[in-house]
C-alpha cells in the first residue's frame, strides 16, 4: 500500500506549539558551502532517546567515539527523548543546515510514526539529506519455557491449534516488537494478542513468568535470557544469523524469508545541508562501519553494520514507510 503524502506540516501537542506556528515555520536556510576542512568545530548528533544506555543511545555513542578518532574535533551526542522520538527528529530537522548538526535516528520515528501520528511535525523524506544506512538490530521471536514450542513450525502449529491463546508482550503500540508480531500475524494467518507495556523489563518479567507467552523482542533486550536458559529461542527476524545468539537460526533458514524485521539506524542531516557535506560524512560513516575494530564494537552491542551511498538509506526509507504504514494499518494501531 502506498503511503499518502502529507500537503502540510503540522506540530503535534506533545511538543505545546499550535499547528498555526507550524504552518508559518520558514524553509531552512540555503546551507552554505564547505570552507576549509570539515569539521573545524565541534559536531553535534541528536539522539531521539534519553541517554543511559538504551540501544540507540548506546549504538550512537559507539558512533560517536569512532567519528572523533577520526576527525580533530569533538562529536557531543544530544539526546532529546520524548514522543516516540518525534521531538529529537523535529530538531534536527529544525537544525541549522551547516553540517554540525547530524541527526541520528531509527526505524520507529523514521518509517513508522508517519503511520502511526495523524499529524506529524516533521516528514522523513522531504525534510531530511540521507546520508547513509548505519546498521541494524533485530528482533527475535522467543517463548516461556513452558509453552512447548522449539522450533519456528511447532510455534505455528501451536498458534492455528490455541486461536487466540498467545498473548505477545512489546513495548507500546508501533513498537518493533509489535510491527514484528503483527508481520506473523500476516503472513501466518495466526491469532493472537497483542499485550503492549510501557518498558521492556516489565514485559520480559511477565514473558519469564507465564503472564505472557511470546515476545517478538529486540535482540538486545532479551539475549541475556536466551544465555541463560531462561526463555526459549524460537528465531531471529533476519536473513543473516545474529553475532549475539549464533545458535538461533534465522527465519530465512527455516522457510519465513518474509519473516524480517528488526530497528535498523540511520544518519540524516537536515534538508538543505551543502551535498559536500552529505558526501564526506557519508565517506567518514562508511569508514567507520569498514574498520573491524569498530564493527565488532557493534556487533556486540546487538547491531549488524551496513553502510553504503545516501542513495541506499533513501530507497530503502521509503519502502520501510510504505510497509510499516500497511502494518499499522493492519493492527489498527494509533498514537494521537
Known sequence: MTLPRRSALVLPAVLGLSAAAGAQTPAPAPAPA????????????????????????TLARIFAQEMEKRVSQRVLIDNRGGAN???????????APDGYT?????????????ALYKDLAFDPERDFEPVVLIGNV???????????????????????????????????????MHLAGELYKSLTGAQMTHVPYTAPAA?????????????????????????AGAVTPIAVLSPERAPQLPEVP?????????????????????RGSDPAFVQRLN????????????????????????GGP??????????????HAALVRASGARND
Open 283 to 306: 565517506a567518514l560513516s562508511n569508514e567507520v562501519l569498514a574498520d573491524p575494530e569498530a564493527r565488532a564494537r557493534f556487533e556486540q552491542a546487538g547491531m549488524a553494520t551496513l
Open 85 to 95: 522520538g518525534n521531538i529529537g527528529a523535529l530538531a534536527g530537522a529544525r537544525a
Open 250 to 270: 534465522t527465519t530465512a533458514e527455516l522457510g519465513m524469508p518474509g519473516l524480517v524485521f528488526g530497528t535498523w539506524f540511520g544518519l540524516f542531516l537536515p
Open 34 to 57: 564547505p570552507a576549509g576542512p570539515w569539521p573545524n568545530r565541534p559536531v553535534r548528533i541528536i539522539v531521539p532517546a534519553p541517554g543511559g544506555g538504551g540501544t540507540a543511545d
Open 203 to 227: 514485559a520480559v518479567t511477565d514473558l519469564l513468568s507465564g503472564r505472557i507467552q511470546a515476545m517478538f523482542n529486540l535482540i538486545t533486550g532479551v539475549a541475556p535470557q536466551v544465555r
Open 310 to 323: 545516501p542513495e541506499r538509506l533513501a530507497s530503502f526509507l521509503h519502502s520501510e514507510i510504505e510497509s
Open 138 to 176: 533485530p528482533n527475535v521471536l522467543v517463548v516461556n519455557k513452558e509453552l512447548g514450542p522449539r522450533t519456528l513450525e511447532e510455534f505455528g502449529a501451536y498458534a492455528r491449534a490455541h486461536p487466540n491463546g498467545i498473548n505477545f508482550g512489546s513495548t507500546g503500540n508501533g513498537s518493533s
Open 102 to 114: 547530524i541527526l541520528w535516528s531509527w526505524a520507529g520515528t523514521m518509517a513508522t510514526n508517519p
